[in-house]
Structures are given as C-alpha cells and as structure tokens.
C-alpha cells in the first residue's frame, strides 16, 4: 500500500536555547511571522498554518553526530519570491551557508543561533523534471545568483516576508542505518523511493514528488539518538488529506508493530533512528 499521493509535510517542532537569539533570527532574518507564543513555545509561519514550533530550554545542548535534523526546508512558491529571500538575506547580512541548483529546484542553506539546518527554496515547474530510466534525475550544480537576482529588474517589489503561500516542502533526517530507515519509510509508511545518493542518503515521496524526506547516515553509521532536553528535532508532521488515508496508514504502522501514542492532534511514534513523527490529517 502507497501513502496517499497527497502527502505533505507539515509542522516541524524544534528545541532552541534562548528566544532572545531565535526568535529574531526567524521573524526578521528568514522572514517568519510569529503566529503566538505561549510560555516556552512559540509557532511561526506565513500567515496561514504554523511552519515551525520553537519549544525554548536554556539548558539544550546541541550534540554532536547523532540522528535528528539535517535541515528542514522552507518552500517559497516562485522564483520571485526566492529572489526576494535572496535579496533580504544579503540586505541583512544574514551568513548564507551554501547555495546549489537540484534541476528540479533551486535552494539557499542556512543555519539557525543553534546549529538547526534550513532550506529554502523553490521548485521548477514539474514538467521541467528531467526523468531518466523512469526516476527524476537531481544533482548538485552551481546556484546563478545573477540569474534568481534577475527576476527583481524592472519589478516594484519589496520584502514583506515569506509569501503567504510558503509552506515546509521537505524534511531531511540523519538517521542511523540507512536500509533500515529507508524500508521503514517506503514499505511501512508507504512512500516512493526516488533516488539514492550513494551509500549514504536516500530521498523518499508521495504523489511523484522529488522528495518529502531526505534520510542519510552523514552524523556515522549507528549514530545514537540525541539525548532528552538536546536542540534540535523534537519531531515533524506528516499531514494526509483524510481519515481514510490516516487510518490506513496507521494500520500498516500496527502492522508492523511500530508503537504508537494517540494524541489530541493526531498519532505519535518514531522512525528507526527514534526520529519523532506525528501523523494528522491536513
């Protein structure tokens, strides 16, 4: 059985150290709004459905290789609109860690205060996916900055941040074994594997996507899971269009007697590599 081909990725929660350094970092350097904060916890987006939940613990201690966050990614709806990040992000000084072309996107990496990777970016029209031997073809060429800055010439436009329209279009994962990982989320969940990236990653999806979650065992083989209370993931939303998809999903879970917690929003458990998921309708 196949997730329904409708699947998107939904809320990442993080834990971060101090609000004073991230929640700044995220309104006015990413260009989040800040949806409501409630005590410890603040969740931020677009304006629509919250992107990201930021739990804060002083005491978090960012470990080193472990399972959890390679990065999430922040998916802008046009190349407009990542010429405008773009543009924002130089304005502000803000340090960019990396920058590459995938054919079927085109994305920015950054950092959070804490370490935390981000993504952003945005996609080409799916019929301009190249598909060789029946999978879409993704590399890792050099990002054209004159070419994305050239969508601003000639056009009236100023930052307001993210469009309302912008959404987490990815998730990657360190996980600790990357065959394991990958049957989990292909023959458990029910997702298409896409491509590999070697020995080491794997990039899974529903509905033909390029992917929806990157897994790879770049932190080592065996990599332990993070210890309580650590920054980083505390787990991520896969949302399904209806009951019927997030029953039958949670019936190939008690299938395979992954352990489960029902929740006020939706169903808990954890991946291989004891990454956190909630499962919930859109």
């Given amino acids: 059985m196949k997730i329904h081909p409708d699947t998107k990725i939904g809320t990442v929660f993080l834990t ?10 995220y309104q006015h350097n990413i260009g989040l709004k800040l949806h409501r904060q409630e005590r410890d916890m603040a ?14 613990l002083p005491t978090a201690a960012r470990p080193q290789r472990t399972t959890g966050l390679y990065h999430f990614a922040i998916l802008v709806p046009s190349r407009l609109e990542l010429a405008l990040t773009l543009k924002h992000l130089i304005d502000t000084e803000t340090r960019i860690g990396g920058a590459s072309d995938h054919l079927v996107s085109e994305a920015l990496y950054l950092s959070d205060p804490d370490g935390n990777g981000i993504e952003i970016y945005r996609d080409r029209p799916r019929n301009e996916w190249s598909i060789i ?41 360190h996980v600790s074994h990357l065959p394991e990982a990958e049957a989990f989320y ?10 590999r ?6 990039f899974v999806s529903a509905g033909g996507y390029h992917h929806h979650i990157g897994l790879n065992t770049w932190a080592g083989v065996g990599a332990p ?21 997030l029953m039958a999903t949670a019936v190939r879970l008690q299938n395979a007697h992954i352990p489960t917690e029902q929740r006020e929003d939706g169903l808990f458990f954890r991946d291989p590599a004891q990454n956190g998921i909630l499962l919930r309708r859109i």
Avoid: C
């Avoid at 969740?43 to 804060?56: I, Q």
């Fill in 16 to 25: 971060v150290s101090d609000f004073g350094r991230s929640l700044p970092y």
């Fill in 43 to 56: 969740y931020l987006g677009a304006g629509g459905r919250d992107l990201l939940a930021l739990r804060e």
């Fill in 133 to 173: 031997n029946g999978r879409i073809e993704m590399d890792t060429q050099p990002f054209n900055v004159e070419s994305v800055l050239g969508e601003l010439h000639s056009r009236n436009h100023t930052w307001n941040g993210l469009h309302v329209d912008t959404t987490i279009g990815h998730i990657h994962l």
């Fill in 186 to 195: 292909t023959q458990v969940l029910g997702f298409d594997l896409i491509t």
């Fill in 197 to 202: 990236y070697g020995p080491s990653a794997a």
């Fill in 225 to 245: 899971a993070p210890p309580p209370g650590a920054v980083g993931l505390n787990w991520y939303e896969i949302l399904l269009p209806d009951e019927v998809a």
